[in-house]
């Protein structure tokens, strides 16, 4: 089993739906949850991160952690065709230190 | 260009041969990472470095990975004996903080083909 689990979808939306991404994990003491946005060809980007459980809203995104669930999520207002790309969950702190584990990555696709 | 820079791009190597990548971090980032990336999948964790010190090593590198950052600059990722299995995009990351989710830069990788 992998420490990360993430659907690779693909997942197609109309623009302007809500999109919903999401992480399951098995490490319970990962303290650190962040989202990076992949597009084709190019490096990972971080888009946000959490501490711990709680919500985080950033413009049109809104990252949640279920720490008791072990269940991260990723929410996407108004989605527009530029979001279109490679969506990983990633997370790190187990140890003490700086290692980051990433999920495989969902691909998203919005359609105009 | 303050970015991270990844060099060369592409590599096409024979199986048996070896291989160094070089990458240089954002001025003054203290830490700085290796990722391996395989289509379809994201990135794995190989190694990081806090300065010039390696503090971890992935378990899944076998000991024909090596990797430095003398002076706590630019580091190289050297693989030996290559092996089509280490087919894939190598991605160098810096940051620079005090917790576990300082925002990584990543540089645009390294792609190597082993024939």
Redesign the interface.
């Known amino acids: 089993q992998k420490e990360v689990e993430q659907d690779p979808g693909p997942l197609s939306v109309p623009e302007g739906a809500i999109v919903s991404l999401n992480c399951t994990y098995s490490n319970s003491a990962f303290q650190y949850f962040m989202w990076y946005r992949q597009y084709s060809r190019k490096g990972p980007e971080l888009l946000m991160y959490t501490y711990s459980s709680g919500n985080k809203e950033d413009g049109r995104f809104t990252a949640q952690v279920d720490k008791s669930s072990k269940y991260i999520s990723l929410f996407i207002r108004d989605s527009q065709p530029s979001d279109s790309a490679t969506y990983l969950c990633a997370m790190s702190g187990d140890t003490g230190g700086f290692k980051t584990i990433f999920g495989a990555g969902t691909r998203l696709f919005v359609k105009a | 260009d303050t970015g991270?820079s990844q060099d060369p791009r592409h590599k096409i190597t024979k199986r048996g041969q070896n291989v160094t990548f070089r990458c240089d971090p954002i001025s003054e980032h203290n830490?700085l990472?290796w990722?391996r990336q395989t289509l379809?999948?994201?990135?794995?964790?190989l190694t990081?470095f806090?300065n010039e010190a390696q503090?971890?090593k992935?378990r899944l590198l076998s000991d024909r990975f090596s990797a430095e950052r003398p002076k706590g600059s630019f580091s190289t990722l050297e693989i030996q004996r290559t092996e089509q299995g280490d087919s894939a995009m190598y991605?160098c990351?810096s940051?620079y903080g005090t917790?576990?989710?300082?925002?990584?830069?990543?540089?645009?990788?390294t792609r190597l083909t082993v024939l």
């Open positions: 991270v830490r990472y990722y379809g999948q994201g990135p794995e964790f990081y806090q503090l971890e992935s991605l990351a940051s917790h576990g989710a300082d925002t990584q830069y990543f540089g645009p990788g």
